[in-house]
């Protein structure tokens, strides 16, 4: 397994959802102005409650605190959904069990599953529930080849100015032939590049409303 980014930082976002701060590349892995309502508004609002088939496959681009994982699953109500998480670098447990998530989330089963999410085996598929299966692969974004079609992406890398070879044509060019026709994108990112790259790749994307703090977002389209 490889080891988490050196000097991660436990913080507190506008809502009182923790989030983690990488010194490195100065970036938070959620947005100060709140972390819970950026996730719900980008990915669960943006996108698990916007595509219209109940039976999923959804790939996340980042899985970090587990963050959008745990919506989804509180969020899937008759929804069945298999999920493929991809990170390069998994955070250790002793840091994963000071994050608040659970205490901010208005569920009673919101402390089980974010516990079982993050004890899940990487490289292995878990069932969470029987609604909702788990596969963690630990690997680099510029390697990942699906051999899954996947209805809904959430792209929540770090920032383009960060990272951006993680935003570069040939990474959207992968994703968007592993998505089936009618699939959608969701990411926080509306950077004119982005928008290039997605639209090289066969995506069609509109700006949409986002999230507190942040004016505009992209969501995208696969024909």
């Given amino acids: 397994m490889n080891k988490p980014f050196p000097g991660l930082i436990l913080k507190t976002s506008e809502d009182g959802s923790s989030t983690l701060y990488r010194p ?35 790939l996340e681009v980042g899985f970090g605190t587990g963050l959008n994982a745990l919506l989804t699953l509180i969020n899937i109500k008759d929804h069945k959904i298999y999920y493929h998480a991809v990170e390069k670098y998994p955070l250790p447990g002793e840091l994963v069990s000071k994050i608040n998530h659970p205490q901010h989330i208005q569920n009673v089963h919101a402390k089980t599953y974010f516990d079982q999410l993050h004890k899940a085996p990487w490289n292995s598929i878990v069932e ?42 040939e990474i959207f060019n992968t994703i968007s032939a592993g998505m089936n026709a009618g699939a959608i994108l969701t990411t926080y ?11 090289k790749a066969g995506l069609i994307i509109e700006k949409i409303p986002g999230p507190p703090g942040k004016r505009e977002m992209l969501r995208a389209f696969k024909k």
């Fill in 24 to 58: 490195d590349i100065e970036e938070h892995y959620h947005s100060i102005h709140g972390a819970i309502q950026e996730s719900m508004h980008v990915f669960i609002n943006a996108g698990l409650m916007h595509h219209p088939a109940k039976h999923l496959n959804i």
């Fill in 128 to 169: 969470i529930t029987p609604e909702f299966s788990l596969y963690k692969e630990e690997t680099d974004l510029t390697s990942f080849h699906p051999d899954t079609k996947f209805d809904l992406v959430y792209f929540d890398a770090f920032s383009p100015d960060k990272q951006p070879e993680l935003w570069e044509p």
């Fill in 189 to 199: 990112s509306v950077k004119g590049s982005v928008k290039r790259a997605m639209q």
